[in-house]
């Protein structure tokens, strides 16, 4: 077990996941299942549940025994990673600069729209309370949405899966949805909706589109967050959380 506490192991094991990840994403042409994020934290789990087995541990005490100390330190790397979002933004300013009110209405708006949706469709599902709390901050990049989550009651855990499910479906069909709601021509709306609802993986895709999308992309992430952090803690409030 020595050798597990490391936190090399943590460290080691995302990346090799991830690599493996990556390599068949590139093979099968962008299959959406081998999304490197995806399956590096799908396989996460099958590897420390046969881990624990094989030690007659838990997966949760080999998770925080194990996994947790070097998950720890890549986990730290999330929030430069948010920040570096502002080189984009720096590029096309200008864009931000024109459209400043629509862009914070629109992600304000959206908001709430989003919140009130998330809770009703939970409340049809039958989720408890936890777990409802869990996917309000969803919309936040996970290194926003994961302290969000535990300040209103949620479970970090559930939160992290939702805010990968939502960058990995985000980029499976994002070309799609861009045509489903006709935004080829509206690269403001590309940007912001690939941020909001991608996170720093739908901005990535939102790059490869053009440079004001990235741009919109990178003020999605960071706008989201701050709205996020202002509105979820009351809106959960209100519902009594």
């Known amino acids: 077990m020595a050798y597990f506490t490391n936190p090399l192991f943590g460290v080691m094991l995302s990346l090799v996941l991830f690599v493996i990840g990556k ?23 099958i590897v420390l549940m046969i881990l624990g087995k094989c030690l007659g541990l838990s997966t949760a005490q080999v998770y925080t025994q194990a996994y947790k100390p070097g998950g720890d330190i890549i986990f730290w790397f999330l929030t430069p990673a948010t920040i570096a979002f502002a080189v984009p933004l720096y590029k096309r ?84 949805l861009v045509k489903w709601f006709r935004l080829e021509n509206d690269p403001i709306g590309t940007g912001l909706g690939l941020g909001t609802a991608g996170h720093t993986i739908g901005s990535a895709f939102a790059l490869q589109l053009g440079s004001t999308e990235g741009a919109m992309a990178a003020v999605a992430v960071v706008v989201i967050s701050i709205v996020d952090n202002i509105v979820v803690p009351i809106f959960g409030h209100m519902i009594g959380f």
Do not use: H, R
């Open 23 to 45: 390599y068949l994403f590139d093979k099968t042409k962008g299959f959406f299942l081998f999304q490197p994020l995806f399956f590096g934290m799908v396989i996460g789990i």
């Open 93 to 176: 300013n200008d864009v931000v600069k024109k459209n400043w009110l629509i862009i914070l209405l629109a992600l304000f708006i959206g908001t709430i729209i989003s919140l009130i949706v998330i809770t009703g469709v939970a409340k049809l599902f039958g989720l408890s309370k936890v777990g409802t709390a869990s996917m309000l901050s969803q919309s936040a990049t996970t290194a926003i949405a994961l302290p969000l989550s535990t300040a209103v009651g949620g479970n970090t855990a559930v939160t992290a899966m939702a805010c990968i499910l939502n960058a990995v479906i985000i980029y499976a069909l994002g070309k799609y």
